[in-house]
């Protein structure tokens, strides 16, 4: 995957970019990342890339000219138009130029697997009180969220994206099945018995919070590891992971309990998860 970022800031990303598996990814060639300085496309002595918005108002808005000149400095972009046009199912494109902004989708599992399966992929960095509108009605194809609050910039949010994406590119984790049973990754079981490769049967979270982790030592200073976790029961550990992921569910993400396709057992441990409380 190719991965280009439009910035103002280009040295913020030299510490993301290179730790972990994003770092790995890179030095064994599974993604190339390249980051463009806005300010290398503007035409005065003091770089200006922001300006009033017509109307007034608060701050000061990106301008367009930067932002267009750097993409199309890309070369091999396709036109918005392709990009949105040429595809009867979005999820079959292969680039995308997203920009970071508050007014953007969400960013959830779901987003960062469609675009990890992307050949390139385009992040703008909105600053100040945001960018010009023309890019996003006439250069981006996506606008993009990662959360309900406002930042300082896109910095953070693309920072965010590229680590999301990139760990789901096969080869960028050392274990893939692990990146299939996390938390928020539904159908999980489904989607790798159909590839072949399902994971351990007691490992699933499918579209839950993920249920707890415990590790050595068993006994640490009195807390104990629960018992069906070392008894070498997996039915009885399969249980124990989906009841308690159930739980946490209930009580941190009630709302993904909505978007989980439940089973009866599901539900009867559900039934009994607020009976007990």
Same mark, same amino acid.
């Given at each position: 995957?190719?991965?280009?970022?439009?910035?103002?800031?280009?040295?913020?990303?030299?510490?993301?970019?290179? /730790?972990?598996?994003?770092?790995?990814?890179?030095?064994?060639?599974?993604?190339?990342?390249?980051?463009?300085?806005?300010?290398? /496309?503007?035409?005065?002595?003091?770089?200006?890339?922001?300006?009033?918005?017509?109307?007034?108002?608060?701050?000061?808005?990106?301008?367009?000219?930067?932002?267009?000149?750097?993409?199309?400095?890309?070369?091999?972009?396709?036109?918005?138009?392709?990009?949105?046009?040429?595809?009867?199912?979005?999820?079959?494109?292969?680039?995308?130029?997203?920009?970071?902004?508050?007014?953007?989708?969400?960013?959830?599992?779901?987003?960062?697997?469609?675009?990890?399966?992307?050949?390139?992929?385009?992040?703008?960095?909105?600053?100040?009180?945001?960018?010009?509108?023309?890019?996003?009605?006439?250069?981006?194809?996506?606008?993009?969220?990662?959360?309900?609050?406002?930042?300082?910039?896109?910095?953070?949010?693309?920072?965010?994206?590229?680590?999301?994406?990139?760990?789901?590119?096969?080869?960028?984790?050392?274990?893939?099945?692990?990146?299939?049973?996390?938390?928020?990754?539904?159908?999980?079981?489904?989607?790798?018995?159909?590839?072949?490769?399902?994971?351990?049967?007691?490992?699933?979270?499918?579209?839950?919070?993920?249920?707890?982790?415990?590790?050595?030592?068993?006994?640490?200073?009195?807390?104990?590891?629960?018992?069906?976790?070392?008894?070498?029961?997996?039915?009885?550990?399969?249980?124990?992971?989906?009841?308690?992921?159930?739980?946490?569910?209930?009580?941190?993400?009630?709302?993904?309990?909505?978007?989980?396709?439940?089973?009866?057992?599901?539900?009867?441990?559900?039934?009994?998860?607020?009976?007990?409380?």
């Amino acid at each position: 995957m190719k991965i280009d970022i439009l910035t103002i800031f280009p040295d913020f990303f030299a510490g993301p970019l290179n /730790f972990g598996i994003v770092r790995r990814a890179r030095e064994t060639g599974l993604v190339e990342i390249s980051i463009h300085d806005l300010r290398a /496309f503007t035409k005065d002595k003091h770089r200006t890339v922001d300006d009033r918005p017509f109307g007034g108002g608060e701050g000061m808005v990106l301008k367009p000219e930067p932002i267009f000149e750097c993409l199309e400095s890309l070369g091999n972009i396709a036109a918005r138009e392709e990009r949105l046009g040429r595809y009867a199912d979005r999820k079959s494109a292969k680039q995308s130029v997203i920009l970071l902004s508050a007014q953007g989708r969400r960013l959830d599992q779901s987003l960062a697997a469609e675009l990890s399966a992307l050949d390139q992929m385009v992040l703008i960095c909105g600053r100040y009180e945001g960018v010009d509108e023309r890019i996003s009605e006439y250069l981006a194809d996506r606008e993009v969220s990662i959360g309900d609050y406002v930042l300082s910039g896109g910095e953070l949010g693309a920072a965010v994206i590229v680590d999301t994406v990139v760990r789901l590119i096969p080869g960028a984790v050392g274990n893939q099945n692990s990146t299939r049973q996390e938390s928020f990754t539904e159908s999980v079981a489904e989607v790798a018995r159909e590839n072949g490769d399902a994971p351990s049967s007691t490992c699933v979270s499918g579209g839950l919070l993920d249920y707890p982790h415990y590790t050595r030592p068993a006994d640490f200073r009195g807390m104990v590891v629960p018992e069906v976790l070392v008894n070498g029961n997996h039915d009885q550990i399969r249980n124990w992971r989906r009841k308690t992921a159930l739980a946490k569910t209930l009580r941190n993400r009630p709302d993904l309990l909505d978007r989980v396709a439940l089973t009866s057992e599901d539900k009867k441990l559900l039934a009994q998860i607020k009976g007990e409380n």
